[in-house]
Each structure stands twice: as structure tokens, then as C-alpha cells.
């Protein structure tokens, strides 16, 4: 396939960006997204241009590094997918590709199409952690567990960290993530000592980072690669304000 890439260049934070034209062409439909920007970078060494900065480490779906704005999507086009999942059949041949950062007041640009998320770093270790000892693996079946509990807890763990769902809100909101890492926790017995300092300290650590609020608008649950659910947040909102009319006095503050 020969296919038109309409890319972001921004030298840094500081500076303005603007698009840029690239012709991609002899792309293999079998190619992931990931490997066509390689074949792209290539060509842009071999002609003496810079090449395009983009972040990827795993290329499995796992790690959460990969974070492209792609014709008006986070990720792409297809659903459940990470970009580096994403394949070039999913375009077809002569087709403009607009490949975009995540835009964020939260995620500032390092170059590029690379940002900044270590936002979600200092959330996490806000509150994002057990303080009990769990013990080895055959602990793991010491304490029975309810497996709709477990699958939630499981199902929430999912999440990557990727920042999709705040590239998809009009709002630029982390609650999704927020929710997810502290549902994690909270639904199991381990999580119980911290649950609801942990809730107050890791929303504190969000509004403090410049995210946006919640809207239930649901572009972020659409849009979230490993389709994490709207109702970690109504978990989280009821844990929040449970925390706040009854057990506020349990949080440290630390500034905030």
C-alpha cells in the first residue's frame, strides 16, 4: 500500500507544532502500525531528516507505552486494540492517515508524538499500594474470595495505564484510570487498611496533576483499549464520599 501520513512534529513542550506530510509507501497490509512508522523513520535517516519521536516498548499490547491519536481515535480505529495491535489492513491503499499525540494539559509533549504521563506515576503512588503483607503465591487461597469480586478486581487490574481515556474526553478526565487502580484494591480483603485514605489521596493527587472532571460522557470506556467499565467510577465516586462523611480523619493530608 502507498499511504499519506499527516504527522504532528512538535521539537518540545515550549515550541509550537504543526502537521506534517509523509508519503508511506510499499506498506505491507501484515505490517503493524508500529513497524510502517519504522519503515517511515528509515527512509527519513536515509534521506538525513529527522526521524518521527514516537513511544512504544513492548509492541505487545501490555505495557501501555504506545499512545497514538490516529485518525481521530485513540489507538486507532478498532476497538479493544492497543496501536501497536492495530495493522495496516485496517487502511487501505491511497488512504491519509492523521497520526496526533494524546492532547492533555496533564500530558505535556516531550516531542513529537510522545508525552509525558508521569502524571499517572504520582497518582499511583499516592495511594496506589497495600500495606499488609500478602504472603507467598499458595497465600494467594488463604482468604476465599467470591469469584464475581475476584473477576471485577481482575478485570480492573487490566488497565495498562496507556492514557487513551484521557485522549478520548472532551475533558481530558483520568478517572477511568483513577477508578481502575483503586477498585483493584478496594474490592479485595488486602485493600481494606488503606480503602479510604487511598480514594481521597489518589483523587487529590488527579485534581492536583490538572485533569479534567467527569461528564459520563463514555468516550472513555469506548475508547479504552483493555474496555475498562464506567462503573469503576461510580465505585470510586461511592467510596469518595463515604470517605468523606465518615472517615475523613484517617487521611494524611500531605499537602494537599
Given at each position: 500500500?502507498?499511504?499519506?501520513?499527516?504527522?504532528?512534529?512538535?521539537?518540545?513542550?515550549?515550541?509550537a507544532?504543526?502537521?506534517?506530510?509523509?508519503?508511506?509507501?510499499?506498506?505491507?497490509?501484515?505490517?503493524?502500525?508500529?513497524?510502517?512508522?519504522?519503515?517511515?523513520?528509515?527512509?527519513?535517516?536515509?534521506?538525513?531528516?529527522?526521524?518521527?519521536?514516537?513511544?512504544?516498548?513492548?509492541?505487545?499490547?501490555?505495557?501501555?507505552?504506545?499512545?497514538?491519536?490516529?485518525?481521530?481515535?485513540?489507538h486507532?480505529?478498532?476497538?479493544?486494540?492497543?496501536?501497536?495491535?492495530l495493522?495496516?489492513?485496517?487502511?487501505?491503499?491511497?488512504e491519509?492517515?492523521?497520526?496526533?499525540?494524546?492532547?492533555?494539559?496533564?500530558f505535556?509533549?516531550?516531542k513529537?508524538?510522545?508525552?509525558?504521563?508521569?502524571?499517572?506515576?504520582?497518582?499511583?503512588?499516592?495511594?496506589?499500594?497495600v500495606?499488609?503483607?500478602?504472603?507467598g503465591?499458595?497465600?494467594?487461597n488463604?482468604?476465599?474470595?467470591?469469584?464475581?469480586?475476584?473477576?471485577?478486581?481482575?478485570n480492573?487490574?487490566?488497565?495498562?495505564?496507556?492514557?487513551?481515556?484521557?485522549?478520548?474526553?472532551?475533558?481530558?478526565?483520568?478517572?477511568?484510570?483513577?477508578?481502575?487502580?483503586?477498585?483493584?484494591?478496594?474490592?479485595l480483603?488486602?485493600?481494606?487498611?488503606?480503602?479510604?485514605?487511598?480514594?481521597?489521596?489518589?483523587?487529590?493527587?488527579?485534581?492536583?496533576?490538572?485533569?479534567?472532571?467527569?461528564?459520563?460522557?463514555?468516550?472513555?470506556?469506548?475508547?479504552?483499549?483493555?474496555?475498562?467499565?464506567?462503573?469503576?467510577i461510580?465505585?470510586?465516586?461511592?467510596?469518595?464520599?463515604?470517605?468523606?462523611?465518615?472517615?475523613?480523619?484517617?487521611?494524611?493530608?500531605?499537602?494537599?
Amino acid at each position: 500500500m502507498n499511504l499519506t501520513l499527516k504527522v504532528w512534529r512538535q521539537k518540545n513542550a515550549q515550541t509550537a507544532g504543526k502537521f506534517v506530510s509523509y508519503k508511506a509507501e510499499n506498506i505491507s497490509p501484515d505490517m503493524s502500525f508500529l513497524e510502517m512508522l519504522d519503515v517511515v523513520n528509515e527512509s527519513l535517516t536515509h534521506k538525513g531528516d529527522e526521524p518521527i519521536n514516537f513511544d512504544h516498548d513492548c509492541r505487545e499490547g501490555i505495557c501501555g507505552m504506545c499512545s497514538l491519536y490516529i485518525n481521530g481515535h485513540p489507538h486507532g480505529p478498532k476497538r479493544g486494540i492497543t496501536t501497536c495491535q492495530l495493522h495496516m489492513r485496517t487502511f487501505h491503499d491511497g488512504e491519509t492517515i492523521t497520526i496526533e499525540p494524546w492532547r492533555a494539559e496533564a500530558f505535556p509533549i516531550v516531542k513529537d508524538l510522545a508525552v509525558d504521563r508521569s502524571a499517572f506515576d504520582r497518582i499511583q503512588q499516592a495511594g496506589g499500594y497495600v500495606s499488609v503483607n500478602t504472603g507467598g503465591v499458595p497465600d494467594g487461597n488463604a482468604i476465599p474470595i467470591p469469584k464475581v469480586i475476584a473477576d471485577e478486581a481482575f478485570n480492573s487490574a487490566t488497565c495498562i495505564g496507556c492514557g487513551a481515556c484521557v485522549a478520548a474526553c472532551k475533558n481530558a478526565s483520568a478517572m477511568l484510570f483513577v477508578s481502575a487502580k483503586i477498585t483493584q484494591l478496594g474490592l479485595l480483603p488486602q485493600g481494606q487498611p488503606e480503602r479510604y485514605r487511598r480514594v481521597q489521596s489518589m483523587v487529590a493527587q488527579m485534581d492536583e496533576e490538572g485533569f479534567g472532571s467527569c461528564t459520563n460522557t463514555g468516550a472513555c470506556e469506548a475508547e479504552c483499549p483493555k474496555e475498562i467499565k464506567l462503573t469503576n467510577i461510580a465505585r470510586m465516586n461511592n467510596d469518595y464520599f463515604s470517605a468523606k462523611l465518615f472517615r475523613e480523619e484517617e487521611v494524611h493530608e500531605q499537602g494537599h
